[in-house]
């Protein structure tokens, strides 16, 4: 699977941003996907998953309300809708695949495919 994203960029505080992820070469549907970010300086962070069917989601507390994961199994995308935006979103984005689990995934080992990254930067 590949996944090539787009979106990001640069943008005040308060602000907002849609980040994409488009899959290719194998069956979307079947993975879990999810967005990560990593900040200068600090080890890659979960952001938010959505299962493999796009009913169930999960976010951590510092995007919760803020930050919407979706996923369009017909055109093989994905999104993280951010609004809100605060000086420390700024990071890489990562969007990420993996087999579907039945348990919620936050740890990048068990996501397999990768994007390309994209940067995020929030301006005072």
């Known amino acids: 699977v590949q996944l090539v994203q787009s979106g990001g960029g640069l943008v005040q505080a308060g602000g907002s941003l849609k980040l994409s992820c488009t899959a290719s070469g194998g069956t979307f549907s079947n993975y879990m996907v999810a967005w990560f970010r990593q900040a200068p300086g600090k080890e890659r962070e979960f952001v938010a998953t959505i299962n493999s069917s796009g009913d169930d989601t999960y976010y951590i507390d510092a995007v919760k309300g803020r930050f919407t994961i979706s996923r369009d199994n017909t055109k093989n995308t994905m999104s993280l809708q951010m609004n809100s935006l605060k000086v420390e979103d700024t990071a890489v984005y990562y969007c990420?695949?993996?087999?579907?689990?039945?348990?919620?995934?936050?740890?990048?080992?068990?996501?397999?495919?990768w994007g390309q990254g994209t940067q995020v930067t929030v301006s005072a």
């Open positions: 990420a695949a993996g087999p579907q689990t039945k348990m919620v995934v936050t740890t990048d080992l068990l996501y397999d495919y």
